[in-house]
């Protein structure tokens, strides 16, 4: 084992170069400090941590020129200078840096060794919480996966100019057509809401045996065939019946009809080629039940190994839970705080489906139609309803005509309505949908003058 002494890491030189530069140059190194969103923590060597906030201190004060005289005096009033090594340290730091021009170089690599001795101090901690006696291995993984995405989401945070430059491609890629969040099979709910947000908890729900899942699958066709990496716990419905819908619905060919014996005898080898590209989609299923906890680690490993953007729960009932919790709604608003926070930690959409209380079938879904907790709806920063029942009105009629009395093979309502009922900027909208229950999918309606939309 080595026993020598070992020194965290650090940059004395880049530490003392961040600090000659504001000396040098206030002007332009402080805003270029705080840009990089450099604090005083990075730096290792106590005196320069002191030194660099009292700096900071004094240019927000009165930003008045800074050198070693004026420096002096500043601290001097505060009882600082001393601890920062006195007048003569502060001529050595000035008379060390030629230029300011360097403080970006010198910045980054205060922050990778600042880094570093993150790293160094949270694997101790983990040492010692392993050695623990009673630690559940769940607990372990937990926090280093949290310092992880904690680390994560702090090399993310961006400065001004890089914030200007985010918002402006975000302008340019919705004038093009482009979605913020995970884009959704329908592009009228795309172009309003930008599909599904990242960072937040998106709720879908509807009545039972209405097409949900139908939905989910045919949405995760789509995302598949896009290169969009997903995650679907489909505790609901089971991989199998998932991949059979996404395929049905890739090829154009009835599952239903296949399951029954009745299928075409050239959707053999069609089933056979879609179900093979199904499989190689990068969407991971999961149909094991699980509890929040098992949820959180396989999302925080999906996130880290994979890259998901969204990830889909049908439903949230089926989520693991003790038997004396299965109708705490104290527990339900525990899970639907933990999916939020895990939206906002991995900044991935996570899209969960609810079950609906019992309402009469003549009355249109809103957000307090929602079982369970009212935390739940309120957590949740975009609600979908899939209405099979829908009072359309006078503009929808004129447009849609006819169509929206549509009626499919059974008898049933052809035509829904995908509607959002919950918005983060408070705006609704819903865009007719007809139901094609053979080919496992919903397609967008149109009007005689517009043109089908693709798939």
Known sequence: MNTELRIPPHSEEAERGILGSILLDPNYSIPKCNDIGLKSEAFYDRRHQTLFDELLSMYRVNGRAMDAITIADWLKDKGQLDKIGGYDYLIQLQDSTLVAAHIQHYADSVQ????K????????????????????????????QNFT?????????????EAVASILQMYADAKAGGTKGVPIQFQKINSFTGGAPKGLV?????RGGKGKSMFLGQWLNMLGKEGIPATSLCFEDGIETTMARMASCRGGYSHFKM?????????????TDCLGKVRAYPVEFVSKKMNIEQIRNRLFQDRETRGIEVAIIDGFKDISRPSTKYNDTGFE?????ELTDIARRLNIAVVVVLHLQKIPPNVEIDITNIRGSAQIANDCRVAWALQDFVSWNGAEKEKYGHRLQERDEYGSPAVYAFSVIKTNHGKTCRVPIQKQLDLSRFDELTN????????
């Open 149 to 161: 995405l904690d680390i994560s989401a702090s090399e993310k945070n961006t400065g001004k100019e």
């Open 202 to 206: 998106t709720v879908l729900c509807g």
């Open 448 to 455: 005689e003058t517009e043109q089908e939309l693709p798939l």
């Open 117 to 144: 001795r993150q790293v160094i101090e949270q694997a101790s901690a983990a040492i010692d919480l392993a050695y623990r006696p009673g630690t559940a291995e769940t607990e372990l993984i937990q926090s280093m």
């Open 259 to 271: 399951s029954m014996g009745d299928g075409r005898p050239d959707w053999d080898q069609l089933a």
């Open 112 to 115: 990778k060794s600042h880094l």
């Open 333 to 337: 608003e525990y899970i639907s705080q």
